[in-house]
């Protein structure tokens, strides 16, 4: 195994639903772009894979055929919230291993307005056992399913660590003050914590509006090379993958609300990661992660090792979660304020790191930029943590 490098990147901004393109323009935009970004042609590309959430079968390669048809392998991926870097996961491993020297990940997503639901009504729900076991673990109040999960998660957190209810809060205003700088982000007004904290409850007692993400609609692409390619091609593929892992539920998992959603998972899928690479999480500057709820965010730091468990509290008041501070946590406005087309979100996250390792990424570039970390996550369920390093 080899590690794969990042030839190119690209993505849309996102839109409300309704104020979208049709999937297959916002995908061949984004493709386009980033084989454009490699200055390679899309001939070159030796195998693809799609993701997305919300479409029929072989909706990649609708979406792909726009930019070509050349009989490559077409692999659909549906992973939910994880689907992007799940396709990276597997562009990123054909090329490691040797099994080609070109690939192609690109996500892509339609949403309706609201809160996610099941698609299938005739058929058992993947999330039962998820529910049930919720349900013997918690007294979650009732909401529609991430909201349950994701609120019941904040508020098991807070009753195990004493800490105060307003860190939500304060993790809204910080990543909207991030994505004020960023154009590819949804939501660009600042927020105040009064705002967040007063913004009407979507899930007792802590969770408000303003601290869920929107439903969304978008693409984003990678293209993954090997060096020798890049050689070759005469491509600046000055950022690799150092590690990369993909945990899904453990048989312990579901001790508590905070383990059902990803929480183990994320541990895992991060030691495995820093062990790949030979690097802790010291020795990065910046962090996507997967901010569908800011509850979640809160969670993730101590996931990923960024702060010792139950520290989160003093993480966000010392300001390590931003510009100044040992991290800065989504740069982009992460989920939040972005916006998460849950097929496209894992891509999305990989080209903001991929700016920002590259000192591309404007007003609100991390100065020093040499290491960055990636969390994304799907319920039901997969984390997905890459760590990409400048070389």
């Known amino acids: 195994m080899t590690n794969a490098r990042i030839a190119g990147v690209g ?3 996102f839109a409300k639903p309704g104020q979208q393109e049709p999937y297959r323009v916002m995908a061949s935009k984004a493709i386009r772009e980033a084989l454009n970004d490699a200055g390679i042609d899309y001939r070159l590309v030796q195998q693809a894979y799609g993701s997305y959430v919300y479409g029929d079968s072989c909706c990649a390669q609708h979406a792909l055929y726009d930019v070509g048809m050349s009989g490559i392998p077409v692999i659909n991926v549906n992973n939910n919230c994880s689907s992007g870097s799940t396709a990276l996961f597997l562009a990123r491993q054909a090329v490691a291993s040797g099994a080609l020297d070109c690939a ?12 996610l639901g099941a698609g299938w009504q005739d058929r058992e729900s993947p999330f039962g056992p998820m529910m049930r076991r919720l349900d013997e673990v918690s007294e979650a109040p009732e909401a529609p399913l991430a909201l349950r999960c994701f ?11 004493g800490a105060s209810s307003d860190i939500f809060g304060r993790v809204a205003v910080k990543t909207r003050s991030h994505a004020v700088k960023n154009p590819y982000s949804m939501f660009t007004a600042p927020l105040t914590l009064e705002e967040v904290m007063t913004a009407p409850t979507i899930f007792p007692p802590y969770l408000t509006r303003l601290m869920a993400c929107p439903p969304s609609c978008g693409a ?14 005469g491509i600046d593929a000055g950022v690799e993958i150092a590690g990369q892992a993909m945990v899904t539920d453990l048989e312990d998992s579901w001790t508590d609300p905070i383990n059902l ?19 802790g999480p010291e020795a990065v500057q910046v962090v996507e992660l997967h901010d569908c ?3 979640n965010e ?40 972005k916006g998460h087309p849950l097929g496209a979100t894992g891509l999305a996250q990989c080209t903001e790191l991929v700016w920002q390792l590259r000192g591309m990424a404007g007003e609100r570039q991390v100065d020093g930029a040499r290491a960055a970390l990636q969390h994304n996550l799907g319920l039901g369920g997969a ?9």
């Open 220 to 233: 984003a692409a990678a293209v993954v090379c090997s060096a020798a390619f890049a050689r070759k091609h």
């Open 298 to 337: 809160v969670i993730t730091y101590e996931g990923l090792g960024l702060c010792g468990e139950g520290e989160a509290e003093k993480f966000i008041h010392d300001g390590d979660n931003t510009y100044g501070g040992k991290y800065v946590i989504n740069p982009s406005g992460g989920l939040m304020s």
């Open 383 to 391: 984390a997905v943590v890459t760590l990409y390093q400048k070389v």
């Open 261 to 279: 959603v990803g929480a183990q998972m994320t541990i895992k899928a991060a030691q495995n990661v820093y062990e790949q690479a030979g690097l």
């Open 11 to 13: 993505m849309v901004k």
């Open 293 to 295: 709820f800011t509850t």
């Open 151 to 161: 609120g019941q998660a904040g508020t098991a957190y807070i009753d195990k660590t």
């Open 104 to 115: 192609l990940a690109f996500g892509f997503e339609e949403m309706q307005k609201g809160a």
